[in-house]
């Protein structure tokens, strides 16, 4: 938990029981959840959870790379922590049958400078696959 937040911390992001509470959820989870189960979860703790408050800090949260975002084939966004050990370019990687997340440290992809005549200035990847547990 403590490298979470010594990351808010470097990015200028308060420390705050909620964001906390999102933290330590996501982490005994291990399974990327919608902002309306995080809101719900929230709920049973706190007095004043509104959705727009809890968006707002996974989308904070995000965009500093502690949290990873999931598109899930029903078209929502949802949120996981991102256990990458270091900071460095990296996609996630999502079970289809339970949900759980892993990360995908290596990627090849940045190596190609021009694809097809495009100059590749960014890109977004990510993988599915049964897990271990699931895979059994
Ligand atoms: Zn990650
Ligand atoms: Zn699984
Ligand atoms: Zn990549």
Do not use: W
Request: include cysteine.
């Amino acid at each position: 938990m403590k490298k979470y937040l010594d990351k808010l911390k470097k990015n200028n992001l308060k420390i705050t029981s909620k964001r906390v509470a999102i933290l330590e959820l996501l982490e005994r989870s291990g399974e990327a959840l919608s902002p309306e189960d995080i809101r719900n979860e929230l709920a049973a703790k706190f007095e004043k959870v509104s959705y727009p408050s809890v968006y707002k800090n996974l989308e904070d949260m995000s965009r500093i790379g502690v949290l990873a975002k999931i598109a899930r084939p029903d078209r929502r966004l949802y949120y996981a922590l991102c256990r990458a050990r270091e900071d460095k370019h990296h996609h996630h990687i999502i079970c289809s049958k339970c949900g759980k997340v892993g990360e995908v440290e290596e990627c090849d992809l940045f190596r190609r400078k021009v694809i097809n005549g495009y100059r590749i200035t960014s890109h977004f990847l990510q993988l599915e696959g049964i897990c271990s547990d699931c895979g059994k």
